[in-house]
C-alpha cells in the first residue's frame, strides 16, 4: 500500500528533494546551482504529473487527493513557479541570500500543492501555514521599513485568520469524529456546526486567496515585497487557496449555504477590488488591487461547485489564464518601474514590450481573443449554468470597471512621447515575458489546444 | 470553402504583413481588402446560386467555430467588403502624409477581418469574440490622433457605453445556448417562451449600445474626433452596423414583445437623433446623428416584422452613409475644420466633390430613384402591413421627414457662402467618394432580386403610400434647404443642441457614480474607517454581550484576538502600521456578517 500511495506522490517527493538540494547549494554559496536545480526539478514534477494526470484516486487514507483537479493544479502551479524564479533571478540576482528566496519559493509551493490536493482539514491547515511561513520571509526579504511593516502585517492577518481557522474546523472534527474531507456529509442538518466550519475555512483561505475583507495585507506586501515575490504570491499561493475550497466545497451540499455566501463575498471582492484600483497611482498597488479582483472572478467558478458541470474545467482554465497573464503584468513592471509615471510613453520606446503589456492588461480584461476571454467566459457560463445570473451580471458589469482599470495603463504607454530609458531585460526575464505572451495569446487563438 | 477563407484572411494577412513589414501600407491594404471583396463575391455569387457554405473549426473543446455563408450573410460580407474598399481607397490619399499610416492600415485591415468574421459567424461564442474585437479596434481607430486633446476621452467613451451595453449580449448569449443546448445561432430561433423573450430583450441592449440608440448615442456623436475615413467605416457598414445585423439575424427568434420593445427604440431612436442631427452645429457630428437616426429606421422595420427591409436599408445606408462622410472628410481637408460655419460654401468650392455628396445626400433623404427610396418605401411598406402599424407609420414617416431636413440643411450651407476655387486635386478620395456614390445612386434597381434571393415577398401597398413617402422626403428636404432649424424646430432647438439632456443623465447615472464610489473607497483607509471603527466597537460589544451568555465559545474567542491584536497593534506603531488593528476589526466585521449569512442561507432552501 505505501508503494503504490508514494508513487502517486513522486511529482510532491521530487519538489521536497529539490529544495533540499536548493538550500544544501545556498550553503555553498552557488545560487546560480540552486536555481538550476530547483528549474530542473520543477520541470520533472511537471513532467511526473502528466502520467497521473486522469487518476481519480486518493492516498494516505484518503488524506490526499490525486484527481483531475489537483493534476490539473499542479500543471498550473509548477510552471507558474518556474517563471517565478527566473524573475526572481533577474530581479535580485547576484544580492545576498539569494538562494535562499529560491529554495523558500519551491517550499510554499509544496504547501502550495498540499492545498491543491487537500482530502482533509488538517492539509489544509498544514498547507496553510507552508505556505505562510515561507511567504511571510519572502515579502520580508529587502530588509526595509517597508518590507518588514509589511511582512509583519501579513503576518498578523496570517496569525488572526489562521487561528480563526483551525478554531473552526474544530467543530466539525467534533461533529464527525473525523478529518476526512470526504465524511462531512453527515453534517447535512446540523447547520450550526456546518456554519461554524465554513466560517473557518473561509476565512482561512480567503485571507490567501485575497478575499474582501481579508485583503487587507495585499496591497502592502506586494508593495513592500521584490515585485517578483510580488507576482509569485498573486499567482501560485492565491491559485492554490482556491483549488483547497473547491476540495473543501466538493463534499458539501449546496443546501449548507455556502454558494450565497461565497457569491456575496465575489460581488463584493470584484467591486471592492476594481473601485480601489481606478485611484491607485502605485503599479504594484494597482495591480495588488487588481489581483483581488481577480479573485472575486475566481470565486464564480467556486460558487457553480455542485450545480454546473462546467465548474472544474473554469477554474483550471481561469488559473491557467491568470497565472499566464498576471506573471506578465509583473515582469513587465520588473522592466518598466513601479510607478504609473514609469509607463508614459513607455510603449513608443520599447514597442514589443509595450505590446505585450498591452496583451496582458486586455487578457485581464477579458477581451478575445486572448487567454483571459475564455477564462472568464468559462467563469461566467459556469455561474449562469449553476443559476447564479445575478453574480454573472455583476462580473460582467465589473469586467467593464475592469476596462477603466486597464486602459488607465494603456493610455499613458502610448500618448505621451516615449523617453528612451534604457532598460535591463535580462535573459531569465525576457524568457518570462516570451513564455507568458505566447500563452496569453497562442490559448486565446487556439483554446482548443490548450483545454481538452 | 476557398471564398470563405479567401474573405476573412486576405485583409487579416494584409494586416498582419502591414504590421510585420512596416512599408507600403496603403498598398497592401487595398490589396488585401481587395482580395476580400474577391472573395466575397465569390461567397455571394455561390450562394445566390443556392449554396449554403459552412464551415466548422477546431476552436472551443465540443464548440467548433462555426462560420456560415447565407445569402443573408453573404449580402453583409460583400457590402463590409465593398466600402472597405472604397474607404481604403480614399484613405490612401487622406492619410497619405500621416506619419501614422502603418498603424492605421494595420488596424483597419483587422477591423475589417473582424468584421467579416462577426457577419460571417455561425455560432454565437465566434459572434461574441468578433463583436469584443469590432469594440477593440474601434477604440484603438478613435483613438487614432490619440495626442490631440479629447480624443483618449472620445475613444474611452466609445468603449466604455458600447461595452457596458456588450452585457446584454453576454448575457443573452449564454441564455441561448443553455435553453437551446446549442451554440448555432441558427438554433435559436426555435426558442419559444420567456428564454425568447428576455434573451431578446438583452440582444436589443447589446444592438441599441451598438447603433448608437438612445440613450447611448453620446458615443457617436464623440467618436467624430477619429480620422474621416475611420468615421466612414465605422458607420456605415461596420460597428454602428453590427447592432442591426445582430438583431436582423435574431429576428427569427424575437417574440411579439419584443419587436414592440424594437419598436419603440428604433422609433424613438430615430425621431430624436434625427432632430438632434437638424440642430447639429457640426457636419461630421450632423452625419453621426444621422446614421443613429437611419439605425432607427432599421429597428423600426425589424419591428415591424421585415428584417429583410432592414437589410435593403442598411445596405443602401452603407453605400450613402459612407460616401457622405467621404465627402465631409474632402471638406474638411480643404478648410481643416468641420462646424457648419467653417464649412459654409465649402461645396461651391469643389463642385465635383459637391454633386457626389448632393447625390448621397438627396439619396439618404430619400428620393428616387435612388437606393434609400427603394429600401424606405419597402419601410413604408412593411410597417404600414404591420400589427403596430397606427404608431410605426408615424413615426417612420417623421424619420424620414427628418432626413429630408437634415441633409436639406447641410447642403445649403455647404452651397451658400464665401467660395474661391480649391486648387489641390484629391485623385484618390475622388475616387472613393464617387464610387461609392455611384453605387449609392444605382443600388435601387437591384433590390428587387436581392429580395428574392433573400426570401421575401413585396407586400401589396395602397398607391397613395409611396407617394405620401416621396412627398415627405421631398418636403423635408425642401424645408431643410429654405429654413434655418431655429425656426423648424422653434421650443425643440435648445434641448435637441444639448441632445436632450439624455448623455448627461446617464452620465450622472452611471459613469459618476462608480466614480464617486471609487473616490469613497480610496478615502476608505483613511478616513471612512473611523466611522467603521465605530461600527467595530459596536461588533466587539456585540461579541461581548454573546460572550458573556457563552463564554468560552467561538464569539468569545474573536473578542480575545480582536482584543489581544488592539494591543500588539499599539505595539506596533513603531513600525507605522497603526492601522492594522482597524482592519482586523473590518475583517471581524467581516467573519461576523459571513456567520449571519451562512446561517439564514440554507433556510431558504
Redo the contacts between chains.
Keep these: 500500500m505505501m508503494g503504490r500511495d508514494l508513487s502517486f506522490l513522486l511529482p510532491e517527493l521530487f519538489l521536497a528533494g529539490t529544495a533540499m538540494l536548493m538550500i544544501v547549494a545556498e550553503m555553498l554559496r552557488a545560487p546560480r546551482l540552486g536555481m538550476t536545480i530547483g528549474l530542473a526539478g520543477l520541470a520533472a514534477a511537471t513532467l511526473l504529473t502528466l502520467p497521473v494526470l486522469d487518476a481519480e484516486t486518493t492516498v494516505f487514507g484518503g488524506t490526499y487527493r490525486i484527481d483531475t483537479l489537483s493534476g490539473w493544479a499542479k500543471l498550473v502551479l509548477l510552471p507558474g513557479t518556474a517563471l517565478a524564479l527566473l524573475m526572481v533571478r533577474a530581479e535580485i540576482g547576484g544580492r545576498l541570500r539569494e538562494g535562499s528566496v529560491h529554495a523558500l519559493i519551491v517550499m510554499v509551493t509544496l504547501g502550495a500543492l498540499m492545498l491543491a490536493g487537500a482530502g482533509d482539514m488538517m492539509l489544509v491547515v498544514l498547507g496553510v501555514v507552508l505556505t505562510g511561513l515561507g511567504s511571510f520571509a519572502l515579502v520580508a526579504w529587502p530588509r526595509d521599513d517597508a518590507a518588514t511593516e509589511a511582512a509583519m502585517k501579513f503576518l498578523i492577518f496570517g496569525a488572526v485568520t489562521g487561528g480563526v481557522m483551525t478554531y473552526g474546523l474544530t467543530f466539525w472534527f467534533g461533529g464527525t469524529g473525523s478529518t476526512l474531507f470526504a465524511d462531512l456529509g453527515v453534517l447535512t442538518g446540523r447547520p450550526l456546526i456546518l456554519a461554524a466550519g465554513l466560517t473557518a475555512l473561509i476565512v482561512g483561505l480567503g485571507y490567501k486567496g485575497a478575499l474582501v475583507p481579508f485583503h487587507f495585507w495585499v496591497p502592502d506586501a506586494y508593495q513592500g515585497a521584490p515585485v517578483s515575490i510580488a507576482a509569485y504570491l498573486s499567482v501560485v499561493t492565491k491559485a492554490a487557496a482556491f483549488f483547497a475550497l473547491t476540495q473543501a466545497l466538493r463534499d458539501l451540499p449546496r443546501e449548507a449555504g455556502w454558494p450565497m455566501a461565497l457569491g456575496l463575498i465575489a460581488a463584493v471582492t470584484m467591486t471592492f477590488g476594481y473601485l480601489a484600483a481606478l485611484v491607485q497611482t502605485n503599479l504594484v498597488r494597482l495591480l495588488a488591487y487588481s489581483s483581488i479582483a481577480q479573485s472575486g472572478y475566481f470565486l464564480l467558478a467556486v460558487v457553480a461547485l455542485g450545480a454546473s458541470e462546467m465548474a472544474l474545467p473554469a477554474l483550471v482554465t481561469f488559473a491557467a489564464a491568470y497565472a499566464a497573464m498576471n506573471l506578465g503584468a509583473f515582469a513587465v513592471v520588473l522592466v518598466a518601474g513601479r510607478e504609473l509615471p514609469d509607463l508614459e510613453g513607455f510603449g513608443r520606446a520599447h514597442p514589443w514590450i509595450g505590446l505585450s503589456m498591452v496583451a496582458f492588461l486586455l487578457s485581464l480584461t477579458g477581451i478575445p481573443p486572448l487567454f483571459g476571454f475564455f477564462g472568464k467566459l468559462g467563469l461566467f457560463a459556469a455561474a449562469i449554468d449553476a443559476g447564479h445570473l445575478w453574480l454573472a451580471v455583476i462580473g460582467i458589469v465589473n469586467s467593464v470597471l475592469g476596462l477603466g482599470v486597464y486602459l488607465r495603463l494603456v493610455v499613458p504607454m502610448y500618448a505621451a512621447p516615449g523617453r528612451r530609458r534604457a532598460v535591463r531585460v535580462p535573459l531569465p526575464l525576457f524568457a518570462v515575458l516570451a513564455i507568458t505572451l505566447a500563452a496569453t495569446l497562442g490559448a486565446g487563438i487556439w483554446p482548443g489546444l490548450f483545454l481538452r | 470553402m476557398i471564398w470563405l477563407a479567401l474573405t476573412l484572411m486576405a485583409p487579416f494577412g494584409a494586416g498582419i504583413a502591414i504590421l510585420a513589414l512596416r512599408r507600403q501600407p496603403a498598398a497592401l491594404a487595398l490589396a488585401g481588402s481587395a482580395l476580400g471583396l474577391a472573395g466575397a463575391l465569390g461567397l455571394f455569387a455561390a450562394t445566390a446560386r443556392g449554396d449554403r457554405i459552412a464551415a466548422a473549426l ?4 465540443g464548440f467548433p467555430a462555426r462560420l456560415e455563408a447565407s445569402p443573408l450573410t453573404a449580402t453583409f460580407a460583400l457590402m463590409v467588403a465593398t466600402v472597405a474598399v472604397a474607404v481604403l481607397i480614399h484613405a490612401a490619399g487622406y492619410m497619405a502624409r500621416d506619419p501614422g499610416r502603418v498603424r492605421f492600415f494595420g488596424i483597419m485591415t483587422l477591423f475589417v477581418t473582424a468584421m467579416e468574421l462577426l457577419v460571417l459567424s455561425g455560432d454565437w ?1 465566434t459572434l ?3 463583436w ?2 469590432i469594440g ?1 479596434a474601434s477604440w484603438l481607430l478613435i483613438g487614432f490622433w ?2 490631440r486633446p479629447a480624443v ?1 476621452e472620445a475613444a ?1 467613451r466609445a ?2 457605453y458600447t ?2 451595453a ?2 446584454g449580449l ?2 443573452a448569449v ?2 441561448l ?2 435553453a437551446t443546448g446549442s451554440p448555432e445561432i441558427a438554433a435559436a430561433s426555435a426558442l419559444t417562451g420567456p428564454p425568447a423573450l428576455i434573451a431578446g430583450l438583452l440582444l436589443l441592449l447589446a444592438a441599441a449600445g451598438k447603433s448608437a440608440q438612445p440613450p447611448f448615442q453620446e458615443w457617436l456623436m464623440r467618436a467624430m474626433a477619429s480620422p474621416t475615413p475611420v468615421s466612414a467605416l465605422l458607420h456605415s457598414a461596420t460597428l454602428v452596423a453590427a447592432g442591426a445585423i445582430l438583431l436582423i439575424r435574431a429576428a427569427p427568434m424575437l417574440p411579439d414583445a419584443v419587436l414592440v420593445a424594437v419598436g419603440i427604440v428604433g422609433g424613438f431612436g430615430a425621431v430624436i437623433t434625427g432632430l438632434m442631427a437638424l440642430a447639429e452645429r457640426d457636419l461630421k457630428r450632423l452625419l453621426a446623428a444621422s446614421t443613429a437616426s437611419q439605425h432607427g429606421f432599421m429597428l423600426i422595420t425589424i419591428a415591424a416584422g421585415a428584417p429583410v427591409a432592414a437589410v435593403l436599408h442598411l445596405v443602401a445606408h452603407a453605400a450613402i452613409k459612407s460616401a457622405l462622410f467621404l465627402g465631409a472628410g474632402i471638406f474638411q481637408h480643404d478648410r481643416n475644420a468641420t462646424t457648419l460655419d467653417a464649412l459654409a460654401g465649402a461645396g461651391r468650392a469643389r463642385p465635383g466633390v459637391f454633386a457626389g455628396f448632393a447625390l448621397a445626400a438627396l439619396a439618404l433623404a430619400g428620393l428616387p430613384p435612388m437606393a434609400a427610396w427603394f429600401s424606405k418605401e419597402a419601410i413604408l411598406a412593411a410597417t404600414w402591413n404591420s400589427p403596430l402599424a397606427p404608431w410605426l407609420v408615424p413615426l417612420a414617416l417623421a424619420g424620414a421627414l427628418l432626413s429630408g431636413a437634415y441633409m436639406g440643411r447641410a447642403l445649403r450651407v455647404l452651397w451658400s457662402g464665401p467660395a474661391e476655387r480649391a486648387q489641390t486635386p484629391v485623385p484618390f478620395m475622388a475616387v472613393g467618394l464617387w464610387g461609392l456614390v455611384i453605387l449609392a445612386v444605382t443600388l435601387g434597381p437591384a433590390f428587387g432580386p436581392l429580395e428574392a434571393m433573400l426570401g421575401a415577398t413585396i407586400e401589396d401597398i395602397p398607391p397613395f403610400l409611396p407617394v405620401l413617402g416621396l412627398a415627405v422626403a421631398a418636403g423635408g428636404a425642401a424645408l431643410g434647404w429654405l429654413l434655418p432649424p431655429r425656426r423648424l424646430l422653434g421650443p425643440f432647438l435648445g434641448p435637441a443642441e444639448r441632445g436632450f439632456g439624455i448623455a448627461s443623465a446617464l452620465e450622472t447615472l452611471s459613469a459618476r457614480s ?2 464617486t ?3 469613497a ?2 478615502r ?1 483607509e483613511t478616513e471612512i474607517l473611523a466611522a467603521t471603527l465605530a461600527a467595530g466597537r459596536t461588533g466587539t460589544r456585540v461579541a461581548a454581550a454573546t460572550c458573556r451568555i457563552d463564554r468560552d465559545r ?1 464569539d468569545g ?2 473578542f480575545a ?1 480582536t482584543r489581544g ?1 488592539r494591543a ?1 497593534g499599539q505595539g ?1 506603531r513603531r ?3 497603526g492601522l ?1 488593528h482597524r ?2 476589526a ?2 471581524m ?3 461576523l456578517l ?2 449571519g ?6 433556510l ?2
Design positions: 477546431p476552436f472551443l473543446p461564442i461574441l469574440g468578433a469584443e474585437m477593440f490619440h495626442h483618449p474611452l468603449f466604455l461595452r457596458s456588450d452585457l453576454y448575457l449564454f441564455l445556448i443553455g462608480a466614480l464610489l471609487a473616490g473607497v480610496a476608505l467561538i474567542a474573536i484576538l491584536l500588539s506596533l513600525l507605522q502600521s492594522i482592519e482586523l473590518l475583517s466585521i467581516g467573519i459571513l456567520i449569512v451562512l446561517l439564514i442561507a440554507p431558504s432552501f
